[in-house]
């Protein structure tokens, strides 16, 4: 158990909607990032939130967004969902935002778009 | 641009088999390097962590991975791997993005141990 808790575990829906992803990080942990785990285009970066503030973004589409919360916790929320938002999410989370400290991840949210 | 290669991309041995997995990265800065492994429908958990130091580093699970700068490589071995080996491993690399860090995954080496 890596302390990271990601709910849901599964989330099937349908083109066109929106769904939030949760994500609380191991307990004193200030960052939390996100990725993308699909097939075809493997683990991509997503975000990443340091202490309430963005501080890195990746390969994210301007349909998908987040935040970090004062308690630490964060929202991925992905709309107008396309087929190819299929994919594994990824949260994790490190004590510092200044890449000395390993991320540990989350289970995981598999996301199905039928 | 910043990348991490993994040479193999699937990889069968047998039980009792040395394994060694390859992993070059392209970054012009100081790198902090990492592997990863998957077991199968579960997340990603931390072999080892490169930061600075000695170029060796000793993992969990009687893994190793070597550090050679000159190279820009970070080898992973076992030299006796097992059944439970079976997984998926990543290396990545702790890369500046924007005023923070990612990390920048490999595609992946995906290793069946065979009894």
């Known amino acids: 158990d890596s302390g990271v808790t990601q709910t849901p575990k599964h989330l099937i829906t349908a083109t066109g909607q929106r769904v939030t992803l949760r994500c609380s990080p191991r307990s004193g942990d200030l960052s939390v990032y996100w990725y993308q785990q699909s097939l075809d285009q493997g683990l991509q970066f997503l975000i990443q939130y340091y202490n309430g503030e963005e501080r890195a973004k990746g390969n994210i589409l301007e349909r998908f967004s987040a935040q970090q919360f004062p308690d630490l916790h964060s929202e991925l929320n992905l709309s107008s969902l396309e087929l190819g938002d299929s994919a594994l999410y990824f949260c994790?989370?490190?004590?510092?935002?200044?890449?000395?400290?390993?991320?540990?991840f989350g289970d995981g949210t598999r996301l199905s778009i039928l | 641009a910043q990348s991490v290669s993994q040479h193999n991309h699937h990889v069968i041995l047998s039980e009792a088999a040395s394994l060694e997995l390859g992993c070059n990265y392209s970054?012009?800065?100081?790198?902090?390097l990492f592997w990863y492994v998957q077991y199968p429908g579960q997340h990603l958990q931390l072999l080892l962590k490169?930061?600075?130091?000695?170029?060796l580093v000793k993992g969990i699970k009687g893994f190793e991975a070597e550090f050679i700068k000159s190279k820009f490589s970070f080898n992973l071995r076992k030299p006796s791997v097992q059944w439970s080996d079976t997984a998926e491993y990543f290396c990545a690399v702790n890369a500046v993005k924007n005023s923070g860090y990612a990390l920048n995954f490999g595609k992946g080496t995906s290793l069946l141990v065979t009894p």
């Open positions: 490169y930061f600075s130091g000695d170029p």
């Open positions: 970054y012009g800065g100081t790198v902090n």
């Open positions: 994790a989370s490190s004590l510092t935002g200044d890449g000395n400290q390993p991320q540990h």
